[in-house]
């Protein structure tokens, strides 16, 4: 990043955001340029899922990139493989959630490690 412009190095093609969205539902900027994504990203978001299924939230796997390590451990623990790890917009792999396949077990969210201590933090009444 210079003069707040970032540049890929030579090679690498951002992601299409075109097909994610966020957990509420939101599109991600696709038009030309750099922007980078904020939180988890989903695919097949408005994919119609069975009712009683519907009705439970899509994990957020993370509400802010520096909550996640792309360690992988999300995707090794979805019974479904409906997490896959994508590059961002800089080359950093981070889960995508194909929201047609998950079944909101929340597994992947008790395996990550960062959300066990942002919970401790929380806990111990430390807000940041
Ligand atoms: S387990 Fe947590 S830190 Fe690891 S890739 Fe998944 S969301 Fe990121
Ligand atoms: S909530 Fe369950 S099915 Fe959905 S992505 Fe997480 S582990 Fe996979």
Redesign the pocket.
């Known amino acids: 990043m210079r003069n707040g412009k970032f540049t890929p190095r030579r090679g690498f093609t951002p992601p299409d955001n075109t097909p994610y969205r966020y957990r509420d539902g939101s599109r991600m900027d696709a038009s030309p340029g750099y922007h980078p994504h904020v939180s988890t990203r989903f695919r097949n978001w408005g994919a119609g899922a069975p009712a009683a299924i519907a009705k439970r939230e899509l994990p957020e796997?993370?509400r802010d990139r520096s909550?996640?390590?792309?360690?992988?451990?999300?995707?090794a623990a979805c019974p479904r493989d409906a997490i896959a790890?994508e590059s961002d917009e800089e080359g950093f792999a981070?889960?995508v959630v194909d929201a047609a396949l998950c079944i909101r077990c929340r597994r992947?969210m008790d395996?990550?490690?960062?959300?066990a201590a942002l919970v401790e933090r929380w806990h111990q009444g430390v807000r940041k």
């Open positions: 796997l993370y909550e996640c390590c792309g360690c992988t451990a999300c995707a790890m981070y889960p992947c395996v990550c490690v960062f959300k």
